[in-house]
């Protein structure tokens, strides 16, 4: 039996060991220091990755000696990575998905597949544009397939700039050196509420008419030129509850229930309106426009043209712009 674990991790360990030029170690060291920060045990570790204890040993011996430092300390029954190891693991977390990304995308290409293209959307976005953009980009003349990537509490842009995506629709004035945008359209933020609700007669949204409703959010941590710092700080208010929904149509199932109010971008809940389930009411005493922006990564364009940009803001115009 140990004859044949040992054939096997030597087998395995050939199999794992891709090799950096003008590195002293390969992908499978720092694969290994970054499953063992995760999990916390030379053993757990292993059976992550489907090793053996003692070729997991191996490994993070192997290192140590290639870079002549020590890379783990022993807590009691646990391990832990030294200050060394703990930079490797690092800069592993940080390439492993890059590469998982690159080899994906490097098959569909040698598959003779359409390019991708990672478009990343927030959590105020209702997607009411999406089978539009999704059939023009397949109508072009080099066709690109449209993956949605949802930002969930992080900036669509934020993942743009991480390598994550490769174009981002964000509703702010919010601009960065290193990518392109284009303007999409202005919309106005509007609070919604139930049908009986106070504000849905009137038609219009007070901060002190809410405060003691709960207040349906995407996140807790107010963004630049929302509602938090437009809306409620003039009027010296806070919603006594303040839920966070991290979810649109959940938020608008909450309010057609009676259980909240929230604020959100007309464009968003505006198909949701007809069924008389939720009322759009105005913000008052001053309104709230803010801009969508189409934001790019100066590669994607280089890789799939500068006219994209143009295409895709055109598309999705109609679906943001704010009704005369």
């Avoid at 290409?109 to 997607?127: K, M, S, T």
């Avoid at 505006?270 to 922006?293: D, N, R, T």
Wanted: charged share 20%; aromatic share 4%.
């Amino acid at each position: 039996m140990v004859c044949q674990d040992h054939t096997r991790d030597k087998l395995i360990l050939s199999a794992l060991s891709i090799n950096f030029p003008h590195m002293k170690i390969g992908w499978h060291h720092f694969t290994m220091l970054m499953t063992v920060r995760s999990t916390g045990s030379l053993s757990a570790a292993a059976r992550a990755l489907g090793l053996t204890q003692s070729a997991a040993t191996h490994q993070v011996k192997e290192a140590e000696r290639r870079l002549g430092i020590s890379l783990l300390t022993r807590r009691g029954r646990s391990v832990a990575l030294t200050p060394a190891g703990e930079i490797l693991a690092d800069a592993a977390a940080a390439c492993a998905p890059v590469l998982a990304e690159a080899e994906a995308r490097a098959q569909e290409l040698g598959h003779g597949d359409a390019p991708r293209l990672r478009l990343a959307v927030g959590l105020q976005d209702g997607l009411l544009w999406a089978g539009e953009v999704f059939a023009a980009l397949g109508r072009r003349a080099s066709p690109i397939r449209l993956d949605l990537i949802q930002a969930g509490k992080d900036a669509p842009v934020q993942l743009l700039r991480q390598g994550k995506a490769d174009a981002a629709i964000e509703l702010g004035d919010i601009a960065f050196a290193d990518l392109k945008r284009e303007l999409i359209a202005h919309d106005e933020l509007v609070g919604i509420v139930h049908p009986k609700h106070r504000c849905a007669v009137r038609g219009q949204m007070t901060a002190g008419e809410i405060v003691d409703d709960p207040y349906l959010a995407h996140a807790l941590t107010p963004q630049r030129g929302f509602e938090f710092e437009n809306f409620f700080r003039p009027a010296r208010q806070v919603p006594r509850y303040i839920a966070r929904i991290e979810s649109l149509a959940a938020i608008m199932a909450f309010v057609a229930a009676g259980s909240g109010v929230s604020i959100q971008p007309r464009s968003a809940i505006q198909e949701a309106l007809p069924a008389g389930k939720i009322v759009a009411v105005s913000l008052s005493p001053k309104p709230i426009h803010l801009p969508w922006y189409l934001h790019m990564h100066p590669m994607a364009l280089a890789t799939h043209g500068e006219q994209l940009m143009g295409e895709i803001a055109a598309a999705l115009r109609p679906h943001f712009r704010e009704e005369a």
